[in-house]
């Protein structure tokens, strides 16, 4: 790398010309998820309106059937499957106030490349501990074959497994490749920080001759950076000075064909964040992306107070007053974990990071933070916290609210119960709008009913955040978890292709699936002893009055397990509980992740292949948001008729 200090090429001084590469094509991708995205703050507006007038009569109902002293018993249990269709209702109401707040502000991000050799300096760093050598061996052969001047960008290994055999094959690696390096922290690593490996690496660089470049790339071990990858970032930031940290989406080229354990990250990359990109709240993804050297330094470093240090250093860069951009454009491919426990693993890892963040109130680094923005940083920690945790909760209590067989559905007379059956299917109208909407911005390769779509992961999550708060109140760690690799690395267990005793025993014991088939058990039971009630109710009736009809056994089955959000929940339930029963019993054949790529046979350089970055492949299967949808139309139509 040439003699330089750090902030030598500025934008302006650079030679380097900025293009554009809009597609003018109104029927590319682009376009298509552009009007898609401009529809949806509409479509979370009506989502916004029909909830507050369905649950507004539902409250109305309950309270006129009890001054009309039709409640008896099952006064609790409408009163409690009225909180938890409310409890369910929250999380998904935040994301629609997301997009309704990105009314008329649907903007594209325009794509760049920076031409010539005149470039700004890079330091790239790639982050490992411990997982395979041939994924890091990837992922560090790809970086120095990228398009970018060779002596404008170093390519950094931070190995916090002190691996001798990384260090060897960055060796041999070295020798062809001149600008690539490799350090370890040489210390017995207690907490295997990313932050603090990062950390290590911004001095490392510092170290070097010429000093540390302007900006600093990072790239997880993983993740397979396209050629022209700092040609489409840096441009970003040499357009806009205030804007601090660039970074694109996360595409992963090994999921199963059918998704079957909902790895897709599509409802992040394709949904969420270009709207938060529309209100100018992007964050940082992790990987991928390109910040200036400049404002880590004003940061003091990449924060180390919460394992999501790509969500810290989000929060104090925007504090600081810099801007984050985000580009949709396919610039990196990884992997996820390769097995349920290993997938398992990741989630409880991003739950831990996500609830970690609260660490931020009590931060010496937040000093400069106002009241408001210290909240407002750790709202989505309290929000995905509260939705573990409701989601928790209902699994435990509609087992428990149908077992009895009492009403959950308070209402004092038949007008009453059919105008709650429309209000519910105008809610669930708008609710599946929104749905498609999501899905087809995400090319469909989302449920259209994917706002519970991860519900038989809520035990496990559940499970961190309790041991998570443990461990703060008791001061054990405090509170803050130890990072490992989350699984998605490694080669997969070699137990998931065993015999299907195997299988099972590794999923239902060492996984604790077993609370996953007690929820199936427990729903199914719960709901068709539910049903029973409702005939024993109906052939009471029958012999206590002059003849009971059809219409009088619909009323007792709507009010029971057949009232279509009960019948949403119970179904989900067991829908999502057979999820990791099902992948033991037929488990997903996925080809060698080396079948997956396309290796230069000279350079050794591998990039993943046509079939295997098939969006069409990974397309999950829709039954249950169908299943939801005709039965809430059955619903409906019945209240035409009771």
Same mark, same amino acid.
């Given at each position: 790398?040439?003699?330089?200090?750090?902030?030598?090429?500025?934008?302006?001084?650079?030679?380097?010309?900025?293009?554009?590469?809009?597609?003018?094509?109104?029927?590319?991708?682009?376009?298509?998820?552009?009007?898609?995205?401009?529809?949806?703050?509409?479509?979370?507006?009506?989502?916004?309106?029909?909830?507050?007038?369905?649950?507004?009569?539902?409250?109305?109902?309950?309270?006129?059937?009890?001054?009309?002293?039709?409640?008896?018993?099952?006064?609790?249990?409408?009163?409690?499957?009225?909180?938890?269709?409310?409890?369910?209702?929250?999380?998904?109401?935040?994301?629609?106030?997301?997009?309704?707040?990105?009314?008329?502000?649907?903007?594209?991000?325009?794509?760049?490349?920076?031409?010539?050799?005149?470039?700004?300096?890079?330091?790239?760093?790639?982050?490992?501990?411990?997982?395979?050598?041939?994924?890091?061996?990837?992922?560090?052969?790809?970086?120095?074959?990228?398009?970018?001047?060779?002596?404008?960008?170093?390519?950094?290994?931070?190995?916090?497994?002190?691996?001798?055999?990384?260090?060897?094959?960055?060796?041999?690696?070295?020798?062809?490749?001149?600008?690539?390096?490799?350090?370890?922290?040489?210390?017995?690593?207690?907490?295997?920080?990313?932050?603090?490996?990062?950390?290590?690496?911004?001095?490392?660089?510092?170290?070097?001759?010429?000093?540390?470049?302007?900006?600093?790339?990072?790239?997880?071990?993983?993740?397979?950076?396209?050629?022209?990858?700092?040609?489409?970032?840096?441009?970003?930031?040499?357009?806009?000075?205030?804007?601090?940290?660039?970074?694109?989406?996360?595409?992963?080229?090994?999921?199963?064909?059918?998704?079957?354990?909902?790895?897709?990250?599509?409802?992040?990359?394709?949904?969420?964040?270009?709207?938060?990109?529309?209100?100018?709240?992007?964050?940082?993804?992790?990987?991928?992306?390109?910040?200036?050297?400049?404002?880590?330094?004003?940061?003091?470093?990449?924060?180390?107070?919460?394992?999501?240090?790509?969500?810290?250093?989000?929060?104090?860069?925007?504090?600081?007053?810099?801007?984050?951009?985000?580009?949709?454009?396919?610039?990196?491919?990884?992997?996820?974990?390769?097995?349920?426990?290993?997938?398992?693993?990741?989630?409880?890892?991003?739950?831990?990071?996500?609830?970690?963040?609260?660490?931020?109130?009590?931060?010496?680094?937040?000093?400069?933070?106002?009241?408001?923005?210290?909240?407002?940083?750790?709202?989505?920690?309290?929000?995905?916290?509260?939705?573990?945790?409701?989601?928790?909760?209902?699994?435990?209590?509609?087992?428990?609210?149908?077992?009895?067989?009492?009403?959950?559905?308070?209402?004092?007379?038949?007008?009453?119960?059919?105008?709650?059956?429309? !209000?519910?299917?105008?809610?669930?109208?708008? /609710?599946? $709008?929104?749905?498609? &909407?999501?899905?087809? @911005? +995400? *090319?469909? %390769? #989302?449920?259209?009913?994917?706002?519970?779509?991860?519900?038989?992961?809520?035990?496990?999550?559940?499970?961190?955040?309790?041991?998570?708060?443990?461990?703060?109140?008791?001061?054990?760690?405090?509170?803050?978890?130890?990072?490992?690799?989350?699984?998605?690395?490694?080669?997969?267990? !070699?137990?998931?292709?065993?015999?299907?005793? /195997?299988? $099972?025993?590794?999923? &239902?014991?060492?996984? @604790? +699936? *077993?609370? %996953? #088939?007690?929820?199936?058990?427990?729903?199914?039971?719960?709901?068709?002893?539910?049903?029973?009630?409702?005939?024993?109710?109906?052939?009471?009736?029958?012999?206590?009055?002059?003849?009971?009809?059809?219409?009088?056994?619909?009323?007792?089955?709507?009010?029971?397990?057949?009232?279509?959000?009960?019948?949403?929940?119970?179904?989900?339930?067991?829908?999502?509980?057979?999820?990791?029963?099902?992948? +033991?019993?037929?488990?997903?054949?996925?080809?060698?992740?080396?079948?997956?790529?396309?290796?230069?046979?000279?350079?050794?350089?591998?990039?993943?292949?046509?079939?295997?970055?098939?969006?069409?492949?990974?397309?999950?299967?829709?039954?249950?948001?169908?299943?939801?949808?005709?039965?809430?139309?059955?619903?409906?139509?019945?209240?035409?008729?009771?």
């Amino acid at each position: 790398m040439s003699q330089m200090k750090r902030g030598e090429v500025r934008p302006s001084e650079a030679s380097a010309r900025i293009v554009h590469l809009d597609d003018p094509n109104e029927k590319s991708r682009a376009c298509e998820q552009l009007r898609f995205l401009d529809r949806m703050p509409k479509s979370a507006l009506f989502c916004i309106l029909s909830n507050w007038i369905y649950f507004a009569y539902r409250f109305m109902c309950i309270l006129s059937a009890k001054n009309a002293g039709v409640l008896g018993r099952e006064t609790i249990s409408a009163w409690v499957f009225l909180a938890i269709e409310m409890g369910n209702a929250i999380t998904p109401g935040l994301t629609h106030l997301l997009a309704f707040s990105a009314m008329g502000k649907a903007k594209r991000q325009h794509l760049l490349r920076l031409l010539g050799d005149q470039v700004p300096t890079v330091d790239v760093l790639i982050t490992y501990c411990g997982e395979g050598l041939d994924v890091v061996m990837d992922t560090a052969r790809a970086a120095c074959a990228i398009d970018y001047p060779k002596d404008r960008y170093r390519v950094i290994i931070l190995d916090d497994s002190a691996s001798p055999d990384l260090e060897e094959s960055i060796g041999e690696l070295s020798s062809r490749q001149k600008n690539i390096y490799y350090t370890t922290r040489k210390a017995k690593v207690v907490t295997h920080s990313k932050a603090a490996n990062l950390n290590h690496g911004l001095q490392f660089v510092t170290d070097l001759p010429g000093g540390p470049s302007e900006f600093v790339a990072v790239l997880d071990v993983d993740m397979i950076p396209v050629p022209h990858w700092l040609r489409a970032l840096v441009p970003h930031l040499l357009a806009d000075p205030k804007l601090g940290l660039a970074n694109p989406p996360q595409h992963l080229y090994n999921i199963p064909d059918g998704d079957p354990l909902g790895q897709s990250m599509d409802l992040l990359f394709d949904v969420l964040e270009p709207l938060k990109s529309c209100v100018d709240s992007s964050w940082c993804t992790g990987s991928g992306f390109v910040v200036r050297r400049s404002a880590l330094d004003q940061l003091g470093g990449v924060p180390t107070e919460s394992i999501n240090e790509d969500i810290l250093t989000s929060i104090y860069l925007t504090a600081a007053g810099w801007k984050i951009a985000y580009v949709p454009e396919a610039m990196q491919w990884g992997l996820v974990p390769s097995s349920l426990a290993g997938h398992l693993k990741q989630h409880r890892r991003w739950c831990a990071g996500i609830v970690s963040t609260a660490a931020i109130l009590w931060s010496p680094r937040a000093q400069n933070l106002t009241t408001g923005e210290k909240y407002g940083a750790v709202f989505p920690a309290i929000a995905f916290a509260f939705s573990v945790t409701v989601s928790m909760l209902s699994l435990i209590a509609i087992p428990l609210l149908l077992l009895p067989g009492h009403p959950i559905i308070a209402f004092s007379t038949p007008q009453q119960l059919r105008l709650l059956l429309r !209000l519910g299917f105008l809610k669930f109208c708008a /609710t599946f $709008l929104y749905g498609f &909407l999501c899905s087809r @911005a +995400a *090319a469909y %390769h #989302l449920k259209i009913l994917d706002e519970l779509a991860q519900v038989w992961t809520a035990p496990f999550q559940f499970v961190t955040l309790v041991r998570f708060f443990l461990s703060a109140i008791t001061g054990n760690g405090n509170g803050v978890p130890r990072f490992t690799p989350s699984g998605s690395a490694p080669p997969a267990d !070699l137990r998931v292709s065993g015999p299907l005793p /195997t299988r $099972l025993k590794v999923a &239902l014991w060492d996984c @604790a +699936a *077993a609370v %996953h #088939l007690a929820t199936i058990l427990s729903c199914a039971t719960a709901a068709l002893n539910s049903c029973r009630v409702s005939l024993i109710s109906q052939q009471n009736a029958d012999l206590n009055a002059n003849g009971s009809t059809l219409q009088d056994l619909a009323r007792e089955l709507l009010v029971r397990a057949a009232y279509p959000y009960a019948f949403a929940f119970w179904s989900l339930y067991i829908t999502q509980a057979w999820v990791p029963i099902s992948y +033991a019993i037929w488990p997903p054949a996925v080809p060698p992740r080396e079948k997956l790529l396309v290796r230069d046979p000279t350079t050794k350089v591998a990039y993943p292949s046509a079939e295997a970055r098939d969006p069409a492949r990974v397309r999950p299967v829709q039954y249950y948001s169908f299943m939801v949808t005709l039965f809430h139309c059955g619903a409906f139509l019945l209240s035409w008729y009771i």
